[in-house]
């Protein structure tokens, strides 16, 4: 067994490195996760990893340097602790640990990857859990019209959901065309370059001047919000904030939220309930279930948003590439068994 374990740490602000750490053990009602792959945030680990956020708020408390980055992993269970089921050791499982060769997982944590399903479609699981948490508060109704503002990672999979869950249509808008590209084909889906077109007008004309029911802010930028609200339909739309804005927006909530009734949703994934009830059984066990069984099924693609497989130790690199040019990327996924050069994914 390796006596040093390589992980990702951000030291200070723009400076990402692979430092070797101790080994962990799992304790009693853990297990030890040899990782396969793990899958870079693009929203929250690249907003810590510039240091780029108001001091005294959410990011400053959270983003403490030095920071161990990552929370999308996929493994093997190499060893198991006191009171854990001795059938979960060489299960693959996928769990909100960080970017390290070696981790340490609470067995209740660790959920089992189905066989044939790749890890490095797994390792999404963790956004997969962020957006369906969105999408649930939404309360969406079927034939309902959505807007997605932002097309990275959390926005495709928002536009899947929201697809899923019935919704027409599904408006994507960027202002990068590549982005707007891997939205899916069909009659459900509309894309919008909110550089080249009038947002409003387009959204008026796919929806017979109804305008959206939903609008979901994907984007992070918190000064594009107020703008978003003129795409909502009145009285009553649904606004969800499932990005995480890094900085204040000011606007008027008289004319934007209390004259129009609109109706504002936070939907951090900590609002995930822990337990399954009656009224709200959608644990994060329960919605990686569906995730795995849309991807077993073929019913969600996630293979398409891979943009990049690097070695785990070219993280350093992925970070620098993604502060210098973030909307040329997708999914970034680091490979923890190879050391070679990097590769993009066809």
Known sequence: MAERNPTIVFPEPKRAVVEDRPMPAPGPGEVLVKTRRSLISTGTELTIFSGEFPPNSFWSGYGKFPFVAGYSNAGLVTAVGAGVDPGLQGKRVASFRAHA??????????????????????????????VMNGVRLAELQWGEAVVVFGTGLIGQFCAR???????????????????????????AFARVNGKREDAGARVSALTRGRMAEVVFECTGNHLLIPGQFALLKRPRGRFIVLSSPRGPSTFDFHDLVNAPSHVIIGAHQMSTPEHETPDNPWTKRRNTEVFFGLLARKELDVAGLISHRLPAAQAPDAYRMLLAARSGAMGVVLDWGRCANSSRAP
């Open 101 to 130: 060769a070696y981790v340490t997982v609470n067995a209740a944590d660790a959920y089992v990857i189905p066989d044939g399903l790749p890890d490095e479609q797994a390792a999404f699981f963790s956004l997969s859990l962020i």
């Open 161 to 187: 959901f929201c697809a899923l869950s019935g919704a027409r249509p599904v408006i994507g808008v960027d202002v990068a065309p590549a982005r707007l590209a891997l939205l899916p084909e069909g009659p």
